[in-house]
């Protein structure tokens, strides 16, 4: 009984070591692929929709927008020019 205690405490503690909320996967990229290699979002890893199609072609994928994508804003000129007439 102790042996099969300890077996399920220490799967239960790898499970939650690879476990990471939905949110915080695929964020960097605005494309995931879908279909049967790669079910619910496994592979946000596309920059542009074009990209996410050539990889998809041929297979029973296809492309949808990454929910969780979040976009990061370029370093502003107009807001570099405000500091320095500081």
Known sequence: MRRIIL???????MALVG????????TRYPFCMQGRDHPAL????????QQCAATASGRFLYCIANPYYIPTEPYSSSRRHREHSL
């Open 19 to 26: 476990a990471e909320p939905a949110a915080a996967v695929g």
């Open 42 to 49: 496994s592979d946000c890893t596309y920059a542009s929709y």
């Open 7 to 13: 077996v399920l405490l220490a799967s239960g503690a």
